[in-house]
C-alpha cells in the first residue's frame, strides 16, 4: 500500500489548507511604521500577527451585517423608555417604582434588538 493512497492524500490536501503560505504586503513610511511598532508591542503581538488579526476582522465585519453603534442602542432605549412611560402617564395611570424598575429591565434586555431591526428596516428602505 502507498504511504499517500488517495485517502492519505485527501487528508492531507485538508490538512494544508489550513497553512498559511499566502503572502500580503504594503509599505508604510516612517510614522506609520513607527505607529505599528507602537500597538504590536502594546499588544504584545509581532507585527504579523497583528496585521493578520486586523486583517481577519475587517474580512468578518464586511460578511455581517452592519450592527447598530453603541449610540444608536442608547438612543432606541430612550426611545422605548419614553414611550411605554408617557402613555400610562398621559392616561392618568398611576407607575409604581417596581413597575418603572421592570420597565428598565426590560428596555435593556431588547434595546439592541430593537435597534438591529431599526437598522434593518432603513437599510431596506434605501
Known amino acids: 500500500m502507498a504511504i499517500l493512497g488517495e485517502k492519505n492524500l485527501a487528508a492531507e490536501m485538508e490538512r494544508r489548507k489550513k497553512f498559511r503560505v499566502n503572502h500580503v504586503g504594503t509599505k508604510l513610511n516612517e510614522a506609520e511604521l513607527h505607529d505599528l511598532e507602537a ?3 502594546k499588544r504584545g503581538q509581532t507585527h504579523g500577527e497583528l496585521i493578520r488579526g486586523l486583517i481577519l476582522r475587517e474580512v468578518e465585519a464586511s460578511r455581517t451585517t ?3 453603534s453603541a ?3 442608547e438612543i432606541t432605549a430612550c426611545r422605548l423608555l419614553l414611550t411605554n412611560v ?4 398621559a392616561t392618568g ?3 409604581t417604582e ?8 426590560e428596555v435593556k434586555k431588547h434595546k439592541a434588538r430593537v435597534a438591529e431591526d431599526r437598522l434593518k428596516e432603513h437599510q431596506a428602505r434605501r
Open 39 to 41: 500597538l504590536a508591542a
Open 66 to 68: 452592519h450592527r447598530a
Open 71 to 73: 449610540e444608536m442602542v
Open 86 to 89: 408617557l402613555r400610562p402617564l
Open 93 to 95: 395611570q398611576p407607575m
Open 98 to 105: 417596581q413597575a418603572f424598575d421592570g420597565l428598565i429591565d
